[in-house]
Structures are given as structure tokens and as C-alpha cells.
């Protein structure tokens, strides 16, 4: 599965961005798609996945805040991430994962000023 990930930027504190996230290939093997992250000196996290049958997950520090969502008549995923903290500055990766494979997409760099 090959993903193309796009939408981040540079924002100030309480602003507003949406990430897509666009898969092609093999597309009906997918059973989970998300969004991870990974800040200087920290490992990739988990920020929000969505599997195919429609259950969402979050990481604790966004929800409220972030929404998953997928268009799958356009096998595309999209992080809205709302009242943005300096803390959500990260590079943003999307994954998809499927039986016996997970891919992921190029970063996007998210960058929240205060």
C-alpha cells in the first residue's frame, strides 16, 4: 500500500489543522489506518487509528481535541486536529495495516507556536 500523507504546517497555539492521509495499491487489505507521530528525541506514538469497521482510537493527550475520520470512496484518511498545543509539534506519519504488513507513509511536519 503506498500513502501519501499531506496538510501540515506551521500554526499558532489554538489554531487548526487537517492532515489527509491518501492510500492507493492494495487498498482492500487494509484493516486499520492512523495516525502516529514522532518529536525530536522521542519515539513514534500513536496518535489516533481508525480500523475499517469504523472503532477510533486516541492517544489520551489529543482526544477532545483531534478526530480520525476516512472517506473510503477515496481510501483516504483525515486527522482534523483542533486547539493545537506547542506539544503537538511532531513529524506526523500515516500508517495502514493489514494482515501480516503495516506501510507508511512520507512525514508531515506539524509545527505549533506558542
Known amino acids: 500500500v503506498q500513502l501519501q500523507a499531506s496538510g501540515g504546517g506551521l500554526v499558532q497555539a489554538g489554531g487548526s489543522l487537517r492532515l489527509s492521509c491518501a492510500a492507493s495499491g492494495r487498498t482492500s487489505s487494509i484493516n486499520v489506518m492512523g495516525w502516529y507521530r514522532q518529536a525530536p528525541g522521542n519515539q513514534r506514538e500513536l496518535v489516533a487509528s481508525t480500523t475499517m469497521g469504523g472503532n477510533t482510537n486516541y492517544q489520551d493527550s489529543v482526544k477532545g481535541r483531534f478526530t480520525i475520520s476516512r472517506d473510503d470512496a477515496k481510501n483516504t484518511v483525515y486527522l482534523q486536529m483542533n486547539s493545537l498545543k506547542p506539544e503537538d509539534t511532531a513529524i506526523y506519519y500515516c500508517?495502514?495495516?493489514?494482515?501480516?504488513?503495516?506501510?507508511w507513509g512520507q512525514g508531515t511536519q506539524v509545527t505549533v507556536s506558542s
Open positions: 500508517s495502514a495495516g493489514g494482515r501480516g504488513f503495516r506501510d
